[in-house]
């Protein structure tokens, strides 16, 4: 059976780590939230960042607008925050409503305070292969879920299912930046399955049933990152979690795998970008190495 790679108990760990560093800081860092729209799901998560950031002692602010607010409102409340020099960190919450551009909101955010690491400057610095201000969450949340169960990925054939600007490209270059081989997959790919059972690693970030375990090569490592409901209302990933872990030698599970490790990775660019130049962790060290 293969080894659960538990993205709860690493971010409980990182909290901690995370907790006491705040409480050492004389200031604390303030994170801004834009929620625009009113999709139950992007409540919920901006609900849940308040709530764990303010849990570690990180200030943050929500700032919500209807479905119909205009792109040149929330250029200019971005504009503010930017400008605001108690505002620290700012984040999009994404889908944005359907009639503003989500890159010209992103590229109006200010790199230092940029904490889902998305802007132009940031992605480019990461495909340069230099340092960003900071990684991307749901990317770093992956590599350093790797870190904790000690897989170097130096030289595996990693295949990446899906590329977003959110998760694919960039987890993908990061491990191109570690050395890995890596083969990109999306919806146009054709022998889906003969790429994946060359894999060692596979990441899948599509939000589909894509994955059975015929798909893989037997001692691989299974990162899903899908987060989808079934027919039955029941959260699930990408994977056939049962099927897979009797293949596979670690496997991440939906829940409990990717989702704590993006919140967790949120927090420490959130306090990254407060405290340049010093990672908080042993773990967010090892990533700035490679
Ligand atoms: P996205 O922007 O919708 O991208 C989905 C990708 O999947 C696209 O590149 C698409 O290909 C590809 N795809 C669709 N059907 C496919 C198929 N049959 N075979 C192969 N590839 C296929 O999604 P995202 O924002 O990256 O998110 C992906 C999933 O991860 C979603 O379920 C999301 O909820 C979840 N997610 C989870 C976390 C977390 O913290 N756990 C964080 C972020 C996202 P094309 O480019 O050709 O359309």
Request: include cysteine; charge should be neutral.
């Amino acid at each position: 059976m293969a080894v659960i790679l538990d993205g709860k108990k690493l971010r409980d760990k990182i909290f901690l780590d995370l907790k006491t560093k705040l409480d050492n800081l004389p200031q604390k860092p303030t994170l801004a939230v834009i929620l625009a729209g009113d999709e139950p799901a992007s409540a919920i998560y901006v609900r849940n960042k308040k709530k764990t950031a303010e849990n570690l002692g990180i200030n943050s602010v929500v700032i919500n607008y209807p479905s119909g607010v205009s792109q040149n409102e929330l250029l200019a409340k971005i504009e503010e925050l930017n400008n605001d020099n108690s505002i620290t960190a700012i984040l999009v919450q994404l889908p944005l409503p359907e009639h503003i551009d989500k890159f010209k909101i992103i590229d109006s955010i200010l790199p230092e305070k940029d904490v889902d690491g998305l802007t132009p400057y940031n992605l480019g610095k990461l495909f340069a292969g230099e340092e960003p201000y900071v990684y991307p969450c749901t990317p770093k949340g992956i590599l350093l879920l790797l870190d904790e169960y000690k897989i170097n990925v130096e030289g595996k054939h990693v295949v990446v299912i899906g590329r977003s600007n959110l998760v694919g490209k960039p987890v993908a270059q990061m491990l191109l930046n570690r050395n890995a081989t890596v083969t990109m997959c999306h919806s146009h790919t054709k022998n889906l399955s003969e790429i994946t059972k060359t894999a060692d690693i596979v990441i899948s970030a599509v939000g589909k049933n894509v994955i059975g375990e015929k798909m893989l090569k037997s001692g691989c490592i299974i990162i899903d990152v899908g987060i989808f409901k079934d027919e039955n209302g029941k959260v699930r990933g990408d994977v056939n979690f049962e099927e897979a872990s009797k293949i596979a030698a670690y496997i991440s599970p939906v829940p409990g795998g990717v989702g704590p490790m993006t919140i967790a990775s949120l927090m420490l660019n959130t306090v990254e970008l407060f405290t340049p130049g010093t990672p908080v962790s042993a773990a967010a060290l090892q990533i700035r190495k490679d």
